[in-house]
């Protein structure tokens, strides 16, 4: 039995998933989570074999989620299961120890597929995730890979306006670690200031929209 842990903030969508993995012989959903630090509390407490993991949560970030996780229980294995179809977050959640990433948009038997492929071990995409890191390398749009997972993070949270206090307490880092992180990020993205950074993470795609006017 492939014992499931789901962390998706968002309840209709857990349910959906529990339907469909407890419907399948040898799966099982056996724990639920809405924040990353739910998901942390459930792999504390062991007996959970894949984590199926959505990377944009209200509280806390997937990303940060799954290292996290992984620091508690090397064992575990992580799906992602995503909205974000860009190469940025793809790689950083791989970085972050994910072994598999799939869409959305992904056949419910794709899911099943996946977490049984994860759970042996090996690594799987969804066919539009393929294209999608291959398109990036091909046109050398690998900006973002310059980062670390925690980088990653710490950018697409101040992207969307979370100011560094609220971006520490949802990481659990000190405030001056968070903005030791945003100066080293600025370094290494070669942005001189918020403006500019903000440029950055519209054009690859870290917010739920793009200011193309100034990008």
Same mark, same amino acid.
């Given at each position: 039995m492939i014992r499931i842990l789901l962390l998706d903030d968002h309840a209709v969508?857990?349910?959906g998933y529990r339907r469909l993995i #407890? &419907?399948? $012989? /040898?799966?099982q959903v056996v724990a639920?989570? &809405?924040t990353a630090d739910e998901a942390y509390c459930c792999v504390q407490? /062991? /007996?959970? $074999? %894949?984590? =199926?993991v959505d990377l944009s949560l209200r509280k806390g970030s997937g990303v940060e989620a799954i290292r996290r996780m992984l620091s508690r229980d090397p064992s575990l294995k992580v799906l992602v299961l995503s909205m974000h $179809?860009?190469?940025g977050f793809v790689t950083q959640a791989m970085r972050a120890g994910a072994l598999g990433y799939l869409t959305k948009s992904s056949e419910? &038997?794709?899911m099943l597929s996946a977490i049984r492929m994860v759970a042996k071990g090996r690594r799987i995409l969804s066919a539009d995730i393929a294209q %999608?890191?291959?398109?990036?390398?091909? #046109?050398g749009d690998q900006l973002l890979n310059r980062l670390t997972p925690r980088e990653f993070e710490v950018l697409r949270m101040a992207a969307t306006g979370e100011p560094a206090s609220l971006i520490a307490d949802q990481m659990h880092l000190s405030h001056k670690t968070i903005l030791n992180h945003l100066s080293a990020i600025r370094q290494k993205l070669d942005a001189e200031n918020d403006f500019k950074l903000f440029r950055v993470?519209?054009?690859? /795609?870290? =917010?739920?929209?793009a200011v193309e006017a100034y990008c």
């Open positions: 969508v857990r349910t #407890d &419907a399948e $012989d /040898g799966l639920e989570a &809405a407490q /062991g /007996g959970i $074999d %894949v984590a =199926v $179809d860009n190469a419910p &038997a794709e %999608v890191l291959a398109s990036a390398t091909l #046109d993470a519209a054009r690859h /795609g870290l =917010v739920d929209f």
